[in-house]
Structures are given as C-alpha cells and as structure tokens.
C-alpha cells in the first residue's frame, strides 16, 4: 500500500554474516554480547531439556579423554622392558627382550584406543543431535514469533535484520554447541589428565614444563585481543558489502535508469576495502598463535628434554618414562590452545544467542480475545454468524497514531451498508491506507471502536476477521510457483474447474490460455515473466476465488495500457458485485459511480457523500476533482 499515513522511516542495520575467526578451523566470529552470563544462562535453559543427553556426552567425552591419555604412559612401558631387553643383552644378564610382554601392551594400547575412538564417535553422535534439535527448536520459535509479532515491529526493523536472526545467528548456535561443548569437556579433561600424568613421571620435570604455561596465557592472550577489534570491523564491513549488494541487485533498474553505476562501484570499493584492511589483519593475528605456540611449546620441549636427560644419567628416571613424558609435553599446550579458542567461540555463541533471545522475547500483538465493550451486541460471534456476515461496517470515533505521540487519524466515523461501494480519497498522507490497516486489524485503534455488522473487530480472531476480506492492491504480490496455484492461494482447496471459473470473471483466462504451459506455467521469483496488467488480474482471479465478504481494492490501472485498464476495470466490477467495497482511489474520474466517498485530509473526513453531492458542495472533493482534471488537460 503506498498511500496515507505511513510510520517513520525505517532504520535499516546490516548484519555480517559467518566468517574467519581466530578459532582456527572454526571460523566464528561475531560481536560481544552486551550480557555474556546472562545469554549463556538462557541457553543453558533451553539445554536444561536434554540434561541425559548431556550427562552421557560428559561422561564419554571424559571416558575417551581419559582413554587416550594414558596410552603414552602404557607405550612407556613398552620402551622400558625393550630398554631392559636390549641392556640385559649387551652385559649378559638376562634372556633379552620380552616380546610377549610388548605384544600384550600394544593389543592394550589398540584396546584402549579403538574404545576411545568409539565413545568419541559416540559422543559426537549425541551432541550433534542436540545442538540440531535446539536449534531446531529455536527455528521454529522464531518462524512461530514472527507471526505473532505487530506490523509496528516490522516498520521500525529491516528485513535483513529479522533474516539474521533466523539465518545468521541460529548457525553460528547450530556450530558452536556442536563443538564447543564437548571441546570445552574434552580439552579441560585432556588438561588436568596430562598434568597429574607428568606429576605422576617427575614432579622437577613437571614444573619445568608448567613454566610456558603462563608465557603462553600471555601471548594468547595478547593476540586474542589485538585480533578482536579487527575481527569486530570484518564482521561489520562484510555485512554492509552484503546488505550494498543485495540493494542494488534488488533496485538494479533503479540504478542503471539513474546512471547509478559508478557510484555503486566506488561504494563497494570503499567497503571492501576497510574489509580487506581488517580481514588480513585480524587473520595475520590469528595465524600467528599456532606458530608462537609451537616455538613456546619447543622450548619448554627442550628444556625438558636436558632435564630428563640428566635425571636420566642419575639414574633417576626410566627411559621409557622420558619417552611418555615427551608425548605429555606435546599434547600439553594443544588444550591451552583449545580453551584458548573456545572462549572466542563463546563470545560468538552468546553474541547469537542473545540476539535470538530478545528477538523471541519482542512484545507480541494482542491476543485474540474480547477486549473492549462498546455496546451490547458486542460479544463473539459465532461459526454461524461468520458465515452470515452481511457485509455493514462502522467506523465509530476512531484515534490512532503509530506513535503515542503523533495521532493520524483524528476522529473518523462513517456508516457503510452491505454492498455498497466505498471510495476513500484524499491527498498523500491523509491516512487513507491507515484506515484499511485498521479495518483488517493490522493495527488496533487507540480510541473509538471499528464495527462489522455491529460486532467489535477485536472480538473476532484475526484469523476469522481476515477471512472476511479480500485485497487488491497496487503492488501484486505473486510467488515462485504455477499460475493455477497463485490463483488457488484464495481458496488452497479449490478445484481446478473453480480456477478456471475465477480466472474468465477475472478476464485472465484468455491471456493465460495463451502462455507457454497455460494454467501450469510457472511464474518466476519476482513474477516477471508475465506483464503488469497480467499480474493485476491473477490477483483480481485469486480474490475472486476466495469469495470474500467485504473488498479493500487499491486502485491499480495506473501503470498499464488502456485496454488492459478496461480489461482490469470491468473484471474488479465482477469482483465487487453483491460485497461491501473499499476503494483507494488515486485517480478520481474511476469512482464517480461510487455509493460513498469519504474525502479525508490529515486524518480526518472533511466530506462524505455521492460524487454528484460533493461536486454540488464545491469543497475539498470538487477542488481535488477539478486540479486532477486540470491537470490531466494541461498535460
């Protein structure tokens, strides 16, 4: 709807989407969440559902922890009793090496491995069908909210940012309670494991290696913070490039009419440009961990290594205990490292999560139950008196503003009989629109009452008020599937013979009888493989299918031929035979033959009454009537 009053301009915010982050393969990043307890309290709350599920992912993702770490341990015993062996052989003390007994702990170590693999696999299993069912779940929250939501909502939130919620946000959820939960359990279980393991070989060597431990904290540290402000500008760049390359895609006429080209281009390179800038930035930071690590780790490693040696040489600690040790050092700074990670993930995490959250917890429209009493007949109606519903509508003092402060309509009251034709005229911004918003209960009034057949609107369920009405407006609306089921979208359980029917009252079966595939012809995303005129008579057909009541018809011959306009007037003459009809009307000579016209100016009716009673008046309608006409004259 294009005309009448409209709320304020909407405050359009781009949001990034999924990409490289300081986690390695992960690959998250996302803004800080401005409550980080209390996002991951919420999502704990909606994991509390599935604590044995959770339960059996912590104690297998210990388990194969556990498992897998003292296997390095077990092996050192292997080196031992071959270190023993190969001794007793060269001084001739003993029969050798025991083969029998290596054997045994490698079946061991294959053992312990294959179950460790298995509760892995396990555990992995279970956690993935978690995370999917939350995020299922969160899915159809959302879809759930976002029709329950008001059309206020909707006027001050783009489409993009709703998109983000149920898109963006949701994945990064879906992926990072995947992976982080059991990374959080696996990587704290392989810590504290591996420490009371080296604690177990040599307490000196132990705490000689615990000595990088701090130095690494500091440097992961460092780079975590240098990267995230880089990360932070990728994310947000990367959403404005996205949300510039979805406008000029979608105004591409728009733009090329306006030789809009070059300032398209320069605008893009200006925004891939910051995000080049930060993007090989944050992943010059991020890549360096892995390498600093590694160089801290090889120290620690080396100075180990000397220690062990000489403890060694005292005779103090066992070859194959050297061996087990070494392993531990390796697989030391790999939790560190992990833990280090995660906690970036669950910035990310609670950042989506918290986005989610408010989204879902956005005040909702009111419910559909009675709320206000205007007169005695004002109780809900019935399964019968829906289907007899005569078609009357009063407007009774109605005051409405999308803003408390700012009031549209003033105080509008009207009278409309069954089957009468009704035209709102009026100059742009005089709330015509407004008022359909209000008869369809798109927006409840803030004073006054809006009454069919004398019952409240707001004591009918939404459902059944809408089920009353049928629309024809100035923008089509058509979807990606074949004409005959654009046209049944009035009436979803519709033969095939009703379509048809629909169709010849909408004088659209001739044009659609031509097309490639007739009735079966599939309309393209955007409806653009049919013209205008064609798109304005499936909707007509779609409406005349749907049998409705009462009509709200935004006048929509202003952009097509002649003929066409003929074909698209007398089909909306069909349409509106025996109902009550609004009409929107933009171009006045098309509703002379109206019942009433109601002249509104800034939210007010200024005249009502026949084209031939307001024209005798010579008032606000004659002087609309007349400047249109001279107008259409001069030109």
Not at 89 to 114: P, S
Not at 480 to 495: E, H
Request: proline fraction near 3%; aromatic fraction near 8%; glycine fraction near 8%.
């Amino acid at each position: 709807m294009s005309n009448g009053a409209k709320p304020s301009e909407n405050h359009r915010t781009q949001r990034g989407h999924m990409g490289g982050g300081p986690m390695g393969g992960m690959g998250m990043m996302g803004q800080k969440p401005k409550d980080f307890k209390g996002a991951l309290k919420t999502l704990a709350h909606h994991l509390g559902r599935y604590k044995i599920r959770l339960s059996i992912v912590v104690i297998l993702a210990i388990a194969s922890t556990v498992f897998s770490i003292v296997g390095p341990k077990i092996l050192g015993g292997a080196t031992n009793i071959l270190a023993d062996g190969i001794m007793s052989k060269i001084t001739g003390t003993g029969a050798g090496i025991d083969f029998a007994a290596i054997g045994r702990i490698i079946l061991q170590l294959i053992a312990l491995y294959l179950i460790s693999s298995l509760f892995m696999y396990i555990q992995g299993w279970v956690m993935t069908g978690v995370s999917m069912k939350v995020t299922y779940n969160l899915r159809n929250n959302v879809a759930k909210k976002i029709n329950n939501l008001p059309l206020s909502y909707f006027d001050k939130t783009s489409h993009g940012e709703v998109l983000s919620r149920v898109t963006n946000d949701i994945d990064i959820l879906s992926h990072s309670l995947n992976q982080s939960v059991s990374q959080i359990i696996t990587s704290t279980t392989m810590f504290l494991g591996i420490l009371v393991m080296m604690f177990s070989i040599s307490w000196l060597m132990t705490l000689v290696a615990l000595i990088i431990v701090p130095l690494s904290m500091v440097i992961i540290m460092t780079l975590v913070k240098r990267s995230q402000k880089h990360f932070a500008t990728q994310q947000e760049f990367l959403g404005h490039i996205n949300g510039h390359i979805e406008e000029m895609y979608g105004g591409h006429t728009v733009m090329k009419a306006f030789n809009g080209e070059q300032a398209s281009v320069e605008a893009f390179d200006k925004y891939n440009e910051r995000l080049y800038d930060s993007a090989w930035k944050s992943q010059f930071f991020s890549g360096l961990m892995m390498p600093v690590m590694s160089f801290i780790s090889n120290l620690g490693y080396v100075a180990v290594c000397i220690l062990g040696g000489w403890l060694a040489v005292q005779g103090k600690i066992r070859i194959g205990d050297i061996q087990a040790f070494m392993q531990y050092v390796r697989q030391f700074t790999q939790p560190i490292g992990q833990l280090a990670n995660i906690s970036n993930v669950l910035q990310a995490t609670a950042a989506a999560s918290e986005r989610v959250f408010e989204f879902l917890a956005e005040e909702e429209k009111t419910p559909d139950t009675p709320i206000v009493k205007m007169n005695n007949h004002d109780t809900l109606p019935d399964t019968d008196t829906m289907i007899h519903v005569k078609g009357s509508v009063q407007f009774a003092h109605v005051h409405f503003g999308y803003n408390p402060d700012k009031v549209v309509i003033r105080d509008f009251s009207a009278s409309i009989k069954p089957g009468q034709k009704v035209a709102i005229v009026g100059p742009t911004g005089a709330g015509k629109t407004t008022i359909v918003k209000l008869l369809m209960r798109f927006y409840d009034v803030n004073e006054g009452a809006i009454l069919i057949d004398g019952y409240n609107i707001r004591n009918f369920s939404r459902g059944e008020l809408r089920s009353l009405f049928g629309m024809v407006l100035q923008d089509t609306w058509l979807y990606n599937g074949t004409i005959k089921d654009n046209i049944r979208y009035g009436k979803l359980d519709a033969a095939d013979e009703e379509v048809i029917a629909a169709a010849k009252s909408a004088q659209a079966h001739h044009f659609i009888r031509t097309l490639p595939d007739g009735y079966s012809m599939v309309l393209n995303e955007e409806a653009s493989n049919v013209s205008q005129g064609q798109k304005q008579l499936l909707t007509i057909a779609r409406a005349i299918l749907a049998n409705p009541k009462i009509l709200i018809l935004d006048e929509a011959t202003s952009s097509v031929d002649t003929r066409t306009e003929v074909l698209i007037q007398k089909a909306m003459d069909n349409l509106m035979v025996g109902r009550t009809s609004f009409i929107i009307a933009h171009r006045l000579s098309t509703i002379r033959n109206a019942d009433h016209i109601l002249c509104m100016d800034q939210g007010d009716i200024v005249e009502q009454g026949t084209h031939d009673e307001l024209m005798a008046k010579d008032g606000f309608y004659a002087n609309l009537y007349n400047s249109q006409f001279d107008t259409a004259e001069t030109a």
